[in-house]
């Protein structure tokens, strides 16, 4: 049952199709085709294929690029801040 929802062409399954027919549609989407999963009717959730590339995390990547002022963390005075004395 081929449908569209969206401006993205694919397929809606009922709930109790797709937990039928899981491998069928991982390889539909696998080929690029969207899978819009249903209940009542009404779309609820959608398999698509992964974004082409996934950034990886690269934990302390700006260690030695940031410099921070001595006393940058000390406590502001509200009353000199608000007059614009900070």
Do not use: S
Request: hydrophobic share 40%; glycine share 12%.
């Amino acid at each position: 049952m081929a449908g569209i929802y969206g401006y993205n062409p694919g397929m809606d399954v009922p709930i109790a199709e797709a937990k039928n027919r899981l491998p069928e549609l991982i390889r539909a989407v696998e080929q690029g085709e969207n899978v819009v999963i249903t209940r009542h009717g009404k779309p609820v959730a959608q398999i698509a294929p992964p974004p082409p590339e996934r950034r990886r995390i690269q934990w302390g990547a700006m260690r030695g690029r940031i410099k921070l002022p001595p006393g940058w963390d000390e406590p502001v005075d509200l009353d000199g801040f608000l007059a614009g004395g900070i």
